[in-house]
T-cell receptor
Framework: DAGVTQSPTHLIKTRGQQVTLRCSPK?????VSWYQQALGQGPQFIFQ???????QRGNFPDRFSGHQFPNYSSELNVNALLLGDSALYLC????????????FGQGTRLTVV | GNSVTQMEGPVTLSEEAFLTINCTYT??????LFWYVQYPGEGLQLLLK?????DKGSNKGFEATYRKETTSFHLEKGSVQVSDSAVYFC???????????FGAGTTVTVRA
């Protein structure tokens, strides 16, 4: 059983560009959350998707947007990239029946230059 | 809003030493509390959790007790191994919240 898979693993983008990160949840999970982890910091919640809708959002600007597909996979899009967006982006999946027991992917390391 | 404060690292220990990582939280209501671990080159993994006051979570020799009176959830292990070297994160989920709020993480290095 594959766990949470994220792609790509590493990415380098130029300031002002747009980026799309992808996540496939663990089998049986219907909820996907995205987190940003800056170097030396704990993960910060960006948003959560359930039933293809954004259910909760953290303190991130509208440049950060997402999508969930009918197969529960998800994308995170970031527009107008800033140097400060450089971080590890983590996807976590869970199911309503196991609220709080989130499974995390290994993340996508985004570097903005 | 909800927040978690955990002791700063890095922490370096010898094998078989006792490990404590302090974690305190601020939250309204009755949050659930978690410890996650991030081993080198791996993703975050749930280590243990507690969902109500006085609950004790335990796993792999680690323990943490939900103390509402001191708003704390300190992580302890009686005898650490080199394989316990990792970054440990304390986290909470509010009673009406879908997100996890994490502390800054504590890097633990265990030397043989």
């Amino acid at each position: 059983d594959a766990g949470v898979t994220q792609s790509p693993t590493h990415l380098i983008k130029t300031r002002g560009q747009q980026v799309t990160l992808r996540c496939s949840p663990k089998s049986g999970h219907d909820t996907v959350s995205w987190y940003q982890q800056a170097l030396g910091q704990g993960p910060q919640f960006i948003f959560q998707y359930y039933e293809e809708e954004e259910r909760q959002r953290g303190n991130f600007p509208d440049r950060f947007s997402g999508h969930q597909f009918p197969n529960y996979s998800s994308e995170l899009n970031v527009n107008a990239l800033l140097l400060g967006d450089s971080a590890l982006y983590l996807c976590a999946s869970s199911s309503l029946q196991l609220t709080g027991k989130a499974f995390f992917g290994q993340g996508t390391r985004l570097t903005v230059v | 809003g909800n927040s978690v404060t955990q002791m700063e690292g890095p922490v370096t220990l010898s094998e078989e030493a006792f490990l404590t990582i302090n974690c305190t939280y601020t939250a309204t209501g009755y949050p659930s509390l978690f410890w996650y671990v991030q081993y080198p080159g791996e993703g975050l993994q749930l280590l243990l959790k507690a969902t109500k006051a006085d609950d004790k979570g335990s796993n792999k020799g680690f323990e943490a007790t939900y103390r509402k009176e001191t708003t704390s959830f300190h992580l302890e292990k009686g005898s650490v191994q080199v394989s316990d070297s990792a970054v440990y994160f304390c986290a909470l989920s509010g009673s009406n919240d879908y997100k996890l709020s994490f502390g800054a993480g504590t890097t633990v290095t265990v030397r043989a």
